[in-house]
């Protein structure tokens, strides 16, 4: 993945260039994934990604299983996350319970912000 984030696309992150792309085209939505410790994407990029793609919608994978952390793109973005949490709900023992778990989680953090 940092391979690809990182490759240069007219002279910018492809990262970069894919946000411009999306604030060009009027594009609903994006996806971030979920910063972790086990992953590479940083606070900055999202940042980065935020001055550049003003009213999207933000698809957030990588929270649950993979760990990542959803209260940094909740800061950045408020009511516009959408967070997919899917393997942590979809294998677990109680999934209704689970489900549940992640909904307050998520429902806190947002009025946390």
């Known amino acids: 993945y940092a391979v690809m ?8 992150k492809a990262y970069v260039h894919f946000a411009e792309e999306v604030q060009k085209h009027g594009a ?3 996806v971030i994934g979920a910063p972790s410790g ?3 994407i940083t ?6 990604v935020k001055n550049i793609v003003t ?3 933000v698809l957030v994978p990588g929270i649950g ?3 990542g952390e959803l209260k940094p793109l909740i800061d950045m973005y408020d009511d516009r996350v959408i967070a997919n949490v899917g393997r942590a709900i979809m294998y677990a023992d109680d999934v209704a319970g689970e489900a549940k778990k992640y909904k307050e ?5 947002r009025k946390k912000s």
């Open 55 to 57: 009213d999207a919608c």
């Open 5 to 12: 984030k990182n490759a240069m696309i007219d002279s910018k």
């Open 65 to 67: 299983a993979q760990g």
């Open 43 to 48: 606070l900055a990029e999202i940042s980065d």
């Open 28 to 30: 609903d939505g994006i």
């Open 38 to 40: 086990k992953n590479h």
């Open 105 to 109: 989680l998520i429902n806190g953090l």
